[in-house]
């Protein structure tokens, strides 16, 4: 989709790439990653605003390390280099890098000694996030620096005379506190973007191009309960009407009243087509004696391919439930794919190649039943996608919903999963979301649950001995979700959750609170 503002990112491989990205959509502008070699004729015929070449884990000086097309720096629009994206520019321009005396991995203090449009408005002392091995030793003889850190001369430059800056420093992390400030410069200062990058707008232009897509088709969606899937089937829905239709499978492993939510949520208030398929007895009956979480995953998914496809079979030869016989078969697979799902399938650009997730992909059901597929969010960041949720109006219990797995509950019950266990970890789960709602808790944090681990505990339940099972509370806070730390949730609180499920879970005598981060562990325990 064409866009009045773009400014693109050249990725050379940064771990942070898809940071650089968000930073300059938080700016009300649009940008994607591109590939690193992206010739400059078709930069130029986006009629970008502005180019950011980012870090990445190479050096400059090796043999085949990521080049890009030094016509970017005669385009007549700003440029940015971060990290690697310096270096190269220094080295195309005449300036030399080689390994750094100390390689800068952390915190680091940024001294500012000239004033300038990117650093205007950052204290003159600050501080920023390094992650580098090699520096800028030379500058070009055009370049001007701008700031220093104890052991980088050249943290931040800017050409005399053409719209180049440079950067050695990460400004997109967290870690350097005063980053948005640079970004915002470089994107309304510098580039003298507008801003015009809204939800809104982008609800309007997504409904024009699902109709235009569409016609007078059907769409079938599959939904998870999840925030992506149900803000996609809204969208649709607000474009097209009846002529979609959802999908709801019950596996059985759902969170207490989640089936309740959804069918109130888009039965009742959108009024969408909705078919609620129960299939939890094959769901279940698939897991018996299994304690393995990968063969979890694995029969959880064949499953649920086997009932999508049945249910979409049956969609296809009544031209969809409405039973509307006027109205086109159904044509359309709607998914809800985000733009870390298209980058990380090695469909965004030359990232590394990954499996888009099981319910963005349906095992290949769109090719083998013929259907074309409808994404769309696949431009946007989870962010981005609650914001549109709210454009839409979807109730907030949704559209801030955790993350929740999509093998659901049977990857948050160590070991077998049967009935009774499931109930034992619902009725937990729901007392811990209840009081982290209540304690007003829930938007603070990225992501709580309740997991149940297969060991018994000694207990004393009344006058005599029980011999239970025991409850993890898993609380973290991320950013991105690829590294996470766990939350200093208030004691007062924990002690509720605890005494709650002691006192009102049958068959469990303790409560555990897990304080690992992301690395080692992961978020989830299976």
Not at 217 to 241: E, H, M, N, W
Not at 474 to 499: C, G, H, I, K, N
Request: with cysteine.
């Amino acid at each position: 989709m064409a866009h009045a503002e773009v400014i693109p990112i050249l990725d050379f491989g940064s771990q942070y790439a898809q940071l650089i990205c968000r930073r300059v959509r938080e700016q009300g502008v649009y940008s994607e990653l591109m590939r690193p070699d992206t010739p400059a004729s078709k930069l130029r015929a986006m009629n970008v605003r502005g180019v950011i070449l980012s870090g990445g884990p190479a050096s400059v000086y090796d043999a085949g390390a990521p080049m890009c097309d030094p016509a970017i720096f005669e385009l007549d629009v700003p440029v940015l280099g971060i990290c690697y994206g310096m270096q190269l520019a220094s080295k195309v321009m005449g300036g030399e890098v080689r390994p750094a005396a100390h390689r800068e991995y952390g915190r680091a203090q940024l001294h500012i000694h000239a004033d300038d449009p990117l650093v205007h408005g950052l204290p003159q002392d600050t501080t920023v996030w390094m992650s580098h091995g090699d520096q800028v030793v030379a500058l070009p003889d055009d370049f001007v620096p701008l700031a220093t850190t104890p052991t980088c001369p050249y943290a931040a430059v800017r050409h005399r005379t053409r719209s180049f800056f440079g950067v050695q420093f990460h400004p997109e992390v967290t870690h350097t506190p005063r980053g948005s400030q640079l970004f915002k410069n470089f994107v309304y200062d510098i580039c003298k973007c507008r801003g015009e990058w809204t939800m809104k707008g982008f609800v309007d232009e997504q409904v024009e191009k699902i109709q235009k897509q569409v016609g007078s088709g059907r769409v079938i969606c599959g939904l998870s309960g999840g925030v992506d899937s149900a803000v996609a089937a809204a969208l649709i829905q607000k474009a097209i009407g009846k002529q979609l239709t959802c999908v709801f499978v019950d596996n059985g492993l759902l969170r207490k009243h989640e089936r309740d939510l959804v069918e109130s949520t888009f039965r009742d208030h959108f009024h969408i087509d909705l078919r609620v398929v129960d299939a939890s007895a094959a769901f279940l009956g698939d897991l018996v004696g299994v304690t393995d979480p990968q063969e979890k995953r694995k029969r959880i998914g064949h499953r649920f391919i086997d009932v999508f496809k049945q249910t979409v079979r049956e969609q296809l030869e009544t031209g969809g439930s409405s039973g509307d016989a006027s109205s086109d078969r159904v044509r359309f697979l709607a998914q809800g794919t985000l733009y870390p799902d298209v980058i990380e399938s090695g469909h965004g650009h030359a990232g590394t190649a990954a499996n888009i997730k099981l319910h963005h992909n349906v095992g290949g059901l769109p090719a083998e039943l013929g259907f074309e597929l409808v994404e769309p969010l696949r431009e946007l960041f989870k962010d981005e996608v609650r914001k549109v949720g709210e454009v839409l109006g979807l109730p907030e219990e949704i559209v801030w919903r955790h993350p929740f797995p999509g093998p659901g509950l049977a990857v948050r019950v160590m070991g077998e999963v049967t009935p009774e266990r499931l109930r034992v970890l619902r009725d937990a789960d729901e007392i811990v979301l209840e009081e982290l709602i209540a304690n007003d808790l829930y938007r603070k944090t990225s992501q709580v649950f309740a997991v149940l681990l297969p060991v018994g505990t000694v207990g004393v339940m009344g006058d005599g001995r029980s011999y239970d099972s025991v409850i993890a509370v898993r609380a973290v806070e991320s950013q991105d979700f690829m590294t996470a730390d766990w939350s200093r949730l208030p004691y007062e609180v924990l002690a509720r959750m605890s005494s709650r499920i002691v006192n009102e879970v049958r068959g469990v005598s303790r409560v555990v609170y897990d304080i690992s981060s992301k690395p080692p562990a992961t978020i989830e325990w299976e």
